[in-house]
């Protein structure tokens, strides 16, 4: 099992920026695919992107489409969350999640055995 820490969450305004980090506690994330999700008051929990386990493949919910970038350190200590343009409607707890293997859709929640508890991201309008 492996014990996954958030960083980097906080209050910014409209149109701002917020970098998320994940890493993994005792040991990096090599050959871990790494998903990160989102859930705002009252809504269930959503996919927000995903990187593979070689790193060579990333997705992303249309909803943050060319807004955000998932990226892994050089070290593949930890995997990043970059949020540029930040709206009102991307305040949420965000979650990391890591796998070792896909066996369902990179999209499912279900498709990751271990999570992190999350970093609330508050964006102001």
């Known amino acids: 099992q492996v014990q996954l820490v958030e960083s980097g969450g906080g209050l910014v305004q409209a149109g701002g920026s917020l970098r998320l980090s994940c890493a993994a506690s005792?040991?990096?994330?090599?050959?871990?695919?790494v998903g990160w999700f989102r859930q705002a008051p009252g809504k269930e929990r959503e996919f927000v992107a995903a990187?593979?386990?070689?790193?060579?493949?990333?997705y992303y919910a249309d909803s943050v489409k060319g807004r955000f970038t998932i990226s892994r350190d050089n070290a593949q200590i930890t995997v990043a969350l970059q949020m540029n343009s930040l709206k009102p409607d991307d305040t949420a707890v965000y979650y990391c999640?890591?796998?070792?293997?896909?066996?369902?859709?990179?999209?499912?929640?279900?498709?990751?055995?271990?999570w992190g508890r999350g970093t609330q991201v508050t964006v102001s309008s």
């Open positions: 005792g040991r990096t994330l090599y050959r871990y695919g």
């Open positions: 990187v593979s386990l070689s790193g060579g493949i990333t």
């Open positions: 999640a890591a796998t070792d293997h896909y066996a369902g859709s990179y999209y499912l929640g279900s498709s990751y055995g271990d």
